[in-house]
């Protein structure tokens, strides 16, 4: 039977892999394979080189072409690699086929994902959250990754094992995913009442892509220790703070970061932690506006929010790292007026975008910190004004009407 070991060890030498497929820009890849990169960083290893090949489609049995693979595989030989790991999701022959070649390991983005997730689990939920999503992972891809496991030497003897061998891991898989799934029902349950439990407050959740400062954020706008640094998926189980600003409370949610290309599984099984999203009355979209692409991250998060039910909340842009960004942008020579026009033009350009819901600041200098206090401040007043009007205690201090 499969033994669920982490794919990636400390210090591993990685290779990465990637297509260049149609749509697609080599600059977009390269992007891309940086992201990879981190997240190998983020489980452990570490990228040594990387290689990409243009291909209409990938290949059904090696995902690149023979002479790419060749390539690869001379490369691995001859530099003492540990781990080959393409940014794509691969089958499970694929796998088999590819390991037989370049003769060690090979992982795909989302399983590299998974192993990620799985050494982040702290609480009962979100272990069984991964654990669910790792066995849903394996289960199509059994039959082809017999050979794969015989090599790691997964308990499997020399002999290929019979089609009744695969049948009996295939029923334990499914077995283990039914009973994964009804234990996350019932933890399901009790996060549903803890959260009914939260009572008549006012709830924010902090959103965005992965890395750009959610956890620091959250530690600055709290004042409480919650894990932050800088790797991918730092935070994995959603942390709740109830906070009061002039006598109002509310309740601020940090949530997992969102990524390109989140495994399906993924998703389906933290539903319940995005449920924090769902069930959320603010968004503060926080983004990393020093990323060479942070555009594009706005999008997948904007994308993922949208596939949620969440477009259409009341929603503040917070441009995060700004002091990044202008060590990245400025020179010592620059002068002081264009560095002027340049922050302007910026900041004039995502207030239209965002019809003014927008708020640049540096988390880690606690920069604008104030202004995006009295910002949110006036946004729960406001919603406590209109949906509990009763409260008075919460808003009546402030000048705060129907629809104003």
Known sequence: MIEKQSKIRKEEKAVLVGLIQKEVTPEQVTEYLDELAFLAETAGAIAVNRFTQRLPHPDSRTFVGKGKLEEIKQ?????????????????????????????????????????????????AQAKVQVELAQYQYILPRLKGMWTHLERQGAGIGSRGPGETEIETD?????????????????????????????????????????????????????????????????????????????????????????????PHHLVESFKSTLDEVKESDILLHVVDVSHPNYEDQMKVVNTTLAELGCADKPTVTIFNKMDVYEKQTFDEWLEEDVKHTILKDLKKRWENETLGACIFISATEKREIDTLRTNLLQQVRKLYSQRYPYKTAYYSHADYTEGT
Request: charge should be positive; hydrophobic fraction near 40%.
């Open 170 to 262: 295939r029923r334990i898989v499914k077995d283990k995913i039914a009973l994964l799934r009804g234990r996350l029902k019932e933890i399901d349950k009790q996060s549903i009442t803890q959260r009914k439990e939260r009572g008549e407050f006012i709830r924010v959740a902090l959103v965005g892509y992965t890395n750009v400062g959610k956890s620091t954020l959250m530690n600055v706008l709290s004042k409480s220790d919650v894990f932050a640094e800088n790797k991918l998926f730092a935070t994995l189980d959603t942390t709740t703070r109830k906070i009061v600003y002039e006598n109002t409370p509310f309740l601020l949610s940090d949530t997992v970061g969102f990524i390109r290309k989140l």
């Open 75 to 123: 490369y691995v030989a001859s530099r003492d690699i540990n781990v080959v790991i393409f940014d794509d999701e691969l089958t499970g022959s694929q796998i088999s086929n590819i390991e037989k070649e370049v003769k060690c390991r090979v992982i795909d983005r989302s399983d590299l994902i998974l192993d990620i997730f799985a050494s982040r689990a702290r609480t």
